[in-house]
């Protein structure tokens, strides 16, 4: 596609419940990432797809989230049991490839935890 | 302390003026230095990036970068009212792989015509 594309834009999910949310990066992108944008905060890695080498794991912030990617194709991020401070934007990148450092956003999405 | 920092902002300035945009860091060794745009609800957008210490230019865009100080600053000369938008700057720190940065929290620019 032209951009990365996100969805849900929007979901609202009561504390609890389990949410996935999608990302379809830039065809030919080989690197893809996912960050969380707390209100009022800066952007914060969770994690890292590269080809098929072993995710980079090391920003999850417990093992409630999880996240998959098969080869350069989409991946899904997943949160069990939601928690009010889960509430965020969630946004994925992606990069075209070894040495090119520019990462293309997509539009994210919005997470709400009642 | 955190890893990169801005002030918050909200920084105000009218139309054909200059905004000065600045960041700090924390890890000396950092090694890219990449300011985003962001308006309101939409995802970030790069608008300029930086490996060494001076100044880079990109149209209206000015980068300045001083490792000494671990300093990165952004200029915007001739300001327009559509540059109105939350500025992030963002760091890579050394050994880490390339897009994983270190976010600040955005400085809030608004352009008054």
């Known amino acids: 596609g032209a951009g990365v594309s996100q969805s849900p834009s929007n979901k609202v999910t009561e504390k609890g419940k389990d949410v996935e949310l999608r990302c379809d990066p830039i065809?030919?992108?080989?690197?893809l990432y996912w960050y969380r944008q707390r209100l009022g905060q800066g952007l914060e890695f969770l994690i890292y797809?590269?080809?098929?080498?072993?995710?980079?794991k090391s920003g999850l912030p417990s093992d409630r989230f999880s996240a998959e990617r098969t080869g350069e194709s989409v991946s899904t991020l997943t949160i069990q049991r939601t928690q009010q401070e889960d509430s965020a934007v969630y946004l994925c990148?992606?990069?075209?490839?070894?040495?090119?450092?520019?990462?293309?956003f997509g539009s994210g999405t919005q997470l709400s935890v009642l | 302390q955190k890893e990169v920092e801005q002030n918050s902002g909200p920084l105000s300035v009218p139309e054909g003026a200059i905004a000065s945009l600045n960041c700090t860091y924390s890890?000396?060794?950092?090694?890219?230095f990449f300011w985003y745009r962001q308006y309101s609800g939409k995802s970030p957008e790069l608008i300029m990036f930086?490996?060494?210490?001076g100044d880079k230019e990109d149209g209206r865009f000015t980068a300045q970068l001083n490792k000494a100080s671990q300093y990165v600053s952004l200029l915007i000369r001739d300001s327009q009212p559509s540059d109105s938008a939350t500025y992030l700057c963002?760091?890579?720190?050394?050994?880490?792989?390339?897009?994983?940065?270190?976010f600040g929290r955005g400085t809030q620019l608004t352009v008054w015509p």
């Open positions: 065809s030919g992108h080989t690197a």
């Open positions: 930086i490996y060494s210490n």
């Open positions: 797809f590269q080809g098929n080498s072993a995710p980079d």
């Open positions: 890890d000396r060794g950092s090694q890219s």
């Open positions: 990148a992606s990069r075209r490839g070894t040495g090119d450092e520019k990462l293309f």
């Open positions: 963002a760091v890579k720190r050394r050994g880490s792989t390339l897009g994983r940065l270190y």
